[in-house]
């Protein structure tokens, strides 16, 4: 079962968004791009067991995917 961290151990949001952001930058990816394509993709019911996928760090820019 899942126990809920105590406060002071769960990091702060703006912290944890700005990291997420320099994380981007530091393996290319534009953070706007990221976030975007990130935020739409989930809104459009991108699934839970794939969630490693919208990572900075396995982010595919759908401008780079040739069909």
Known sequence: MFKR??????????AAMNSLL???KLNGVTPQE?????????GNGHPINRIGELLPWDYVSPATITR
């Open 5 to 14: 961290p105590p406060a002071h151990e769960i990091p702060d949001s703006p």
């Open 22 to 24: 320099e994380t981007a």
């Open 34 to 42: 990221w976030l975007a394509n990130v935020l739409d993709r989930i």
